[in-house]
């Protein structure tokens, strides 16, 4: 049962950050910005990425808790989905730093946007990364997807999408932090 809740915390996670993110890129590209709109979709996303965490952490444990050590029939989207996790919660704070600067309207020293860049670039690409090799085990989990080919389709679309998203925020935040 946790697994489910688990899966539909990552699905709604996942139209959060659609939400979220769009109007992030908006923003940055554009210099508008919409202080109640990005902190209601931002704070609606970090919930649902808590509950997803806490599910994630809860099920782990109690699967034997084998963690980020590799374990006998681990493959390697398990790892890299764990890895990626983990740099999210570890850098989930600094993240929302960067987008301070938005509202505020703050503008940083040249070592400070470097910083910034980079852990929203480490964030963006864990997130992103986590997504791709999750997207799937939410449906599988669910019953909703039974077929492997099926799953090979949603991980390869999956892939696209958040290679995509990965190259416009990126973009848009690099855009940002150099028009500053």
């Known amino acids: 049962m946790l697994k489910k809740i688990n899966a539909i915390a990552a699905l709604a996670i996942l139209v959060c950050v659609l939400i979220h993110a769009t109007m992030a890129t908006y923003s940055m590209l554009t210099n508008w910005y919409n202080y109640v709109l990005m902190k209601t979709t931002s704070q609606i996303t970090l919930y649902a990425f808590l509950v997803h965490a806490l599910c994630g952490i809860i099920t782990l444990l109690r699967s034997g808790g084998h963690g980020l050590v590799p374990y006998p029939g681990m493959n390697r989207k398990t790892l890299l989905q764990r890895i990626a996790a983990v740099l999210m919660l570890v850098l989930i704070y600094p993240h929302t730093i960067t987008f301070s600067f938005m509202a505020t309207e703050q503008i940083p020293s040249p070592g400070m946007r470097l ?5 929203s670039l480490v964030w963006f690409a864990s997130m992103f990364t986590h997504v791709s090799v999750s997207f799937s085990k939410a449906f599988v989990t669910l019953g909703l997807v039974s077929e492997e080919r099926t799953v090979e389709r949603l991980d390869r679309a999956a892939a696209i999408v958040c290679a995509c998203g ?15």
């Open 166 to 180: 990965m190259a416009v925020c990126s973009a848009a935040l690099i855009r940002f932090f150099v028009m500053l």
């Open 115 to 119: 910083l910034l860049v980079v852990i």
